[in-house]
């Protein structure tokens, strides 16, 4: 979207070389210029927010404790065995 037409110079780096000289005046070439260069904008947000993010460890993970006690069949990362997990509960390590 960004580089058509090819020939004889992209679309939007022609609006870029007009608004660098200073004759980009009529307002429809300004409303083109940003409307073709919405989507790169959002898209390299996109991807800087993506590369950006810091996962928090496991430990800093703030668990809500609500008072509904779930149980779950879990398989994954035990080599298909099944282990029953329950989860919802507040509970120290001494009373356990």
Do not use: W
Not at 9 to 14: A, D, N, Q, Y
Not at 54 to 80: A, C, F, H, L, T
């Amino acid at each position: 979207m960004i580089l058509a037409p090819f020939k004889p110079i992209p679309h939007v780096l022609e609006k870029l070389i007009m608004l660098k000289n200073g004759t980009l005046t009529k307002p429809i070439d300004i409303f083109d210029l940003f409307y073709h260069l919405i989507p790169t904008t959002v898209l390299g947000l996109k991807i800087y927010r993506n590369t950006c993010k810091k996962k928090k460890p496991r430990s800093q993970i703030n668990i809500k404790y609500d008072g509904i006690i779930r149980i779950q069949r879990e398989v994954k990362g035990r080599k298909g065995k099944t282990v029953t997990t329950l989860s919802g509960f507040q509970i120290n390590d001494a009373e356990l």
